[in-house]
C-alpha cells in the first residue's frame, strides 16, 4: 500500500476517535481541542494524499475509490455530531449530504460511460469552507464569534447548492448518455 492510500485510511480510522471526543466527556474540558486537532490532521491528510498521488504517479484505483469516500465519512460524522451538540441545523447537513449522494451518483453513471469527471473550483471552495465551518462549529468560542459561524454555515451551503448546480450543468451529458 502506498503512501497516499494509507493517508486515507488513518483518515477513515481517525474517525471513530474523533466521533468519541466529539460525543463523550472522555477527555473533560479538552474533548473539543482534541477533536478539533483530530478533524484538522484528518483533514490535512486529504489534502496530502492528493497531493503526493498526484506528483509521484502514485494514483490506483484504491485511491480513486476511498478517498472520496474517506471525505464525505469524515465530513458527514462531523455534522452529524453538531447536530446531536445543537450546533447546526438538520437542514443543513441534509443539503449537503445530499448533494454528495447526487455528486456520487453521477460519477458512477459517467464512470460507467467512460467519462472521468474532475472536481471543479467550486466544489473544492464548498470543501474548504465546510470545514472551516465544522472547524469554528467545533471551537465554539461564541460572543462576536457567533456571527462568524453563521456566515460559515451560510456560505458551506450556499456554495454546497452552487457546487451542485455546476457539476450537474457541466456534466449533463452524463444523463443523456447509456439510456438515462
Known sequence: MNLPNKLTVLRVLMIPFFVVF??????????KWIAVGLFIVASLTD???GKIARKYNLVTNFGKFMDPLADKLLVSAAMICLVEMGRLASWVVIIIISREFIISGFRLVASDNGIVIAASYWGKFK????????IALI???GGVFIIVEVLLIWIATILTVVSLIDYVVKNKQVLTQGGM
Open 22 to 31: 466529539m460525543l463523550t466527556d472522555i477527555g473533560g474540558a479538552a474533548n
Open 139 to 141: 471551537v465554539n468560542l
Open 127 to 134: 470543501t474548504v469552507f465546510q470545514m472551516l465551518m465544522i
Open 47 to 49: 489534502m496530502l494524499d
